[in-house]
């Protein structure tokens, strides 16, 4: 029949609809930081080494001879970035289907429904892997109890959260996971609470302070299953000679290896704007960079904007999209304060992402996302399910953040 809805047609309109400009887009959209990141889609293999200077060669006296004698080769790390890889996958039940057959803007409502939810699950998830360090944490439970009510340690956490996810817990990200899984039903977001399916204390051992993840996220110990970004790259910990990150122990210097790193207790009672002066003075004085991007969370940039009063440049930071090829396909803008800082001029961003008890300082030509191929990109346009009455698609996109200059990014945290 010449109204009969088929796969081949569903899938070619989903791919019309959902192109690759659409596709690069719904990911960026909302996400500061990772928009303006450089993006390289072509990471093949099975990892990709690069180095990363820590020390320049020593030869260097006021006397020949002793600088011929003292002279050593630069030191430098090489790290070996692996892919992590993060599914989206949405479905049309049949009778929805049918209910379209012969309509095409009524197909074509059904299928932006379920496309648009799968894309906006992979956009929030992107950007919210941007500040992590890989492990999948997106929150700390305060004070579980026989109830069917979990409450955040950190409320605004709770942007980290959607009806309908199903969490693990662990003591920490380096701690075997807890036996049980709780079903979020409700999230009062201004709270900072979460109404459950399951009691709270059902989950086996759950305690104070432990760690939360999305089921899958997070599976056995010390677990990096997702892209590690500036949690990782930038830790607010010194790293210790004992870790392994892609292959390098960073202990060697812990700056130019892994960033700076201040906090409330090192250097107490600043302010944001005297937050970012002091970051953006350690970056030019320890490193060759000179950094230009500040990233804080959206409450935080409401009483910085308050604070730097008519000493903020205000101005609209245009971001491209680009493709494969490197074309640009669509445009994003930013919204940015631009304030002098420390030897430097930079863009301040607002990112809903970014914990709200961190700043970040940060030399942007410093960072890359490297993904194979798109991100996102469609790995089944539609397929019949076997196991329920309807059709499947599913995005995908395997990538990780690559930081080529460590020691031009350091952080705050409150």
Not at 252 to 275: C, K, M
Not at 289 to 300: A, E, K, L
Request: glycine share 8%; charged share 20%.
């Amino acid at each position: 029949m010449a109204g009969t809805l088929n796969l081949t047609q569903f899938a070619y309109a989903l791919k019309t609809v959902y192109d690759e400009t659409k596709m690069l887009t719904a990911v960026a959209e909302k996400n500061v930081a990772y928009a303006r990141m450089p993006k390289n889609f072509k990471f093949g293999g099975n990892n990709f080494a690069f180095g990363v200077i820590y020390a320049p060669m020593t030869g260097r006296s006021n006397l020949f001879a002793t600088a011929q004698a003292n002279k050593n080769p630069s030191k430098g790390k090489q790290f070996l970035l692996t892919r992590a890889r993060d599914y989206a996958v949405g479905s049309i039940d049949t009778e929805t289907l049918l209910a379209s057959e012969g309509d095409e803007a009524a197909l074509l409502t059904a299928m932006t429904d379920s496309a648009d939810s799968a894309l906006l699950a992979l956009n929030r998830s992107l950007g919210i892997r941007t500040y992590g360090n890989g492990s999948g944490k997106v929150g700390v439970i305060d004070t579980p109890s026989h109830s069917y009510t979990l409450t955040l340690d950190t409320l605004t956490d709770a942007v980290n959260f959607e009806v309908g996810q199903k969490l693990k817990f662990a003591a920490n990200e380096a701690s075997s996971l807890r036996t049980g899984t709780l079903t979020v039903s409700a999230i009062n977001r201004d709270a900072g609470t979460m109404t459950c399916a399951e009691y709270v204390d059902s989950v086996t051992s759950i305690t104070d302070h432990d760690s939360i993840f999305v089921e899958g996220d997070y599976v056995t110990a010390s677990d990096r299953k997702l892209p590690v970004g500036f949690g990782g790259w930038n830790p607010s910990t010194a790293p210790a000679a004992s870790e392994s990150f892609f292959g390098v122990d960073r202990s060697a210097d812990t700056v130019s290896l892994g960033g700076g790193r201040y906090t409330s207790t090192t250097n107490p009672g600043l302010s944001t704007e005297e937050v970012i002066q002091l970051l953006a003075s350690r970056v030019n004085k320890h490193s060759p960079f000179s950094p230009d991007t500040v990233y804080m969370g959206t409450d935080r940039f409401k009483d910085f904007i308050v604070a730097v009063g008519s000493k903020a440049i205000y101005q609209k930071v245009s971001v491209p999209v680009t493709n494969a090829k490197g074309d640009v396909v669509a445009e994003l803008g930013f919204d940015s304060v631009r304030i002098h800082a420390g030897g430097s001029v930079l863009d301040c961003f607002a990112d809903r992402n970014c914990p709200e008890a961190t700043v970040f300082v940060q030399t942007l030509n410093t960072w890359e996302f490297k993904s194979m191929g798109p991100c996102p990109r469609w790995i089944v346009e539609a397929r019949s399910m076997e196991s329920e009455d309807a059709v499947e698609f599913r995005a995908a996109y395997w990538g990780n953040f690559r930081c080529k200059g460590p020691s031009g990014n350091s952080r705050y945290d409150f």
